[in-house]
């Protein structure tokens, strides 16, 4: 896996902790890698999920850093998302 994807497991497990997301969600970092989510938290893999986001490597450095709100992202078309829209907002208001 990629450095992107190791230190985005640890930021990501930290923002979810105490967050029930209610399913599986995929960040696919284009490129760098797939991070899956679950109530458990955050880890490297590839697997089907509920919902899956879609962004380059800058645009999800800059959602983890809190510079990019997730909203804004998709609604700029930097951030895609397919399956399911409610927990994906469920998802970026635990990142916020």
Same mark, same amino acid.
């Given at each position: 896996?990629?450095?992107?994807?190791?230190?985005?497991?640890?930021? %990501?497990?930290?923002? +979810?902790? /105490?967050? &029930?997301? $209610?399913?599986? =969600?995929?960040?696919?970092?284009?490129?760098? $890698?797939?991070? #899956?989510? *679950? *109530?458990? $938290?955050?880890?490297? !893999?590839?697997?089907? @999920?509920?919902?899956? +986001?879609?962004?380059? @490597? &800058?645009?999800?450095?800059?959602?983890?850093? !809190?510079?990019?709100?997730?909203?804004? =992202?998709?609604?700029? !078309?930097? %951030?895609?998302?397919? /399956?399911? #829209? !409610?927990? =994906? #907002?469920? +998802?970026?208001?635990? +990142? @916020?």
């Amino acid at each position: 896996m990629s450095d992107i994807v190791n230190e985005a497991v640890v930021v %990501l497990n930290e923002k +979810l902790q /105490g967050n &029930d997301i $209610g399913g599986t =969600a995929k960040f696919d970092i284009a490129g760098e $890698g797939c991070i #899956m989510m *679950d *109530d458990a $938290g955050a880890r490297a !893999g590839d697997e089907p @999920a509920d919902v899956t +986001l879609s962004a380059d @490597a &800058d645009t999800f450095r800059s959602i983890l850093e !809190g510079e990019t709100n997730p909203t804004a =992202a998709f609604m700029s !078309g930097k %951030l895609s998302v397919d /399956g399911d #829209m !409610g927990m =994906a #907002m469920k +998802l970026a208001a635990a +990142l @916020a």
